[in-house]
């Protein structure tokens, strides 16, 4: 069987209201493993982005312990959350986040520019990746001259090019119209095969059903089911 890379222990997450406080789970224990390809579904408010959060270290749980590649994360300081998240994690987000300042393949370029990589190398694997995507025509846009499912795609481009072994995303393909939501799963596919770890939150079940498994999170319970029957 192959190793654990991400596993959550008595996990609570609660929000205050107004009028009194919402529990989304309690005593959440995961068991995620390399090569996983995990779909998360629920109804809307049920949770799936808050949990997905909290295993990007984005946010705090209200109890219980984070363990990502080994490392229990219940102590870290914020600047070793940030280090563990770089070097481990790539997010895309429901709301793609890209920087509108930004073209989209400097969108794309920008994680390893942060790290400090060559720029051409950089720019030569930004270009790939589009290209995996089915953006490379629109690389010169800025994120307002694309559509939503353009932007959809320069920010998964974006989560794929720092090569990280876990992929957390929240709806990717949820602006993205039948093919093209096929063809960014069919991606996830091959980065399984290199091993990679994905979590992805969607409302597709055909999507979800393709995964390895469901994690099915509604009134603060999660369940495990098998997609594949
Ligand atoms: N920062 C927050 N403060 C208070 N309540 C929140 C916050 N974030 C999410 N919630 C609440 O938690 C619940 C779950 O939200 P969310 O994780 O976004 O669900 P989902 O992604 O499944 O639609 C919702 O009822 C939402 O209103
Ligand atoms: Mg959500």
Do not use: C, W
């Not at 009028?19 to 579904?41: C, H, P, Y």
């Amino acid at each position: 069987m192959s190793k654990i890379l991400l596993e959550t222990k008595n996990l609570k997450k609660s929000f205050n209201h107004s009028n009194g406080s919402i529990i989304l789970f309690d005593n959440l224990n995961l068991k995620i493993r390399e090569g996983d390809l995990v779909a998360l579904v629920g109804p809307s408010g049920s949770g799936k982005s808050s949990l997905l959060h909290l295993l990007a270290l984005l946010d705090d749980p209200n109890k219980g312990q984070i363990i990502i590649n080994n490392k229990n994360t219940h102590d870290f300081k914020v600047f070793e959350k940030d280090e563990l998240r770089r070097e481990n994690i790539s997010i895309i987000f429901q709301d793609n986040n890209l920087l509108t300042d930004f073209t989209a393949i400097e969108n794309v370029m920008m994680p390893l520019i942060i790290k400090g990589e060559n720029k051409k190398s950089i720019f030569k694997k930004a270009e790939n990746i589009l290209k995996e995507v089915k953006i490379l025509n629109r690389s010169e846009h800025f994120p307002n001259q694309l559509s939503g499912g353009e932007q959809q795609r320069v920010a998964i481009a974006r989560a794929l090019i720092s090569g990280t072994r876990i992929i957390l995303a929240d709806e990717p393909t949820g602006n993205l119209d039948h093919k093209t939501s096929k063809e960014i799963f069919s991606l996830f596919l091959k980065l399984k095969k290199l091993k990679k770890t994905i979590i992805f939150a969607t409302h597709n079940r055909e999507l979800a059903n393709r995964a390895d498994y469901k994690l099915y999170i509604s009134e603060g319970n999660i369940k495990r089911a098998n997609a594949r029957k």
